[in-house]
T-cell receptor
């Protein structure tokens, strides 16, 4: 079955540092890939997505590129802010039996300190 | 309007109580989802409704009973729950029928079973 593996957290960075959160996946079909972010006490919000190989998703300074050859979708940001502190989930979406099914990674907690 | 609303925000119930969680969206989405999220874990899919029909039930115990009265509303009826059912219950919605559609999440209902 489908699976998503992302790096263990927590990740602690100083403000303005470079961020990378690694994500790799296993899928039998041709999935779409997503990064969702969850702030404390809230639901998940879509951060960015890519729907086919070599697509780059980007939003709010975050980027991730769909790499089919390495089955990866690593999240990067050039300069993090305190407000980026949250839990980040890598996810893949595939159609199973005619219905969309999303598989989430375990989540990586990011803490940015001033 | 890209909002998914959930009520109540918090719920405390005894093991003999019956209660319901409510979810609503007005984005015209025809797929709606219930997830359960334990602390420091990713969301786990419970149910999927597609065009108001139950499409996926991920082997959820019968003490959880979903209902989709119309295309905008999703309910989760709770009866005779166990303390281990305490969690954040998230509702989500998306366009139906493809893997590239992102899911929009509500803020969740924090459930405590005593």
């Amino acid at each position: 079955g489908d699976s998503v593996t992302q790096m263990e957290g927590p990740v602690t960075l100083s403000e303005e540092a470079f961020l990378t959160i690694n994500c790799t996946y296993t899928a039998t079909g041709y999935p779409s890939l997503f990064w969702y972010v969850q702030y404390p006490g809230e639901g998940l919000q879509l951060l960015l997505k890519a729907t086919k190989a070599d697509d780059k998703g980007s939003n709010k300074g975050f980027e991730a590129t769909y790499r089919k050859e390495t089955t990866s979708f690593h999240l990067e940001k050039g300069s993090v802010q305190v407000s980026d502190s949250a839990v980040y989930f890598c996810a893949l979406s595939d159609v199973s039996g005619g219905y969309q099914k999303v598989t989430f990674g375990t989540g990586t907690k990011l803490q940015v300190i001033p | 309007d890209t909002e998914v609303t959930q009520t109540p925000k918090h719920l405390v119930m005894g093991m003999t109580n019956k209660k319901s969680l409510k979810c609503e969206q007005h984005m015209g989405h025809r797929a709606m989802y219930w997830y359960k999220q334990k602390a420091k874990k990713p969301p786990e899919l419970m149910f999927v409704y597609s065009y108001e029909k139950l499409s996926i039930n991920e082997s959820v115990p019968s003490r959880f009973s979903p209902e989709c009265p119309n295309s905008s509303l999703l309910n989760l009826h709770l009866h005779a729950l166990q303390p281990e059912d305490s969690a954040l219950y998230l509702c989500a919605s998306s366009q139906a029928g493809g893997s590239s559609y992102e899911q929009y999440f509500g803020p969740g209902t924090r459930l405590t079973v005593t």
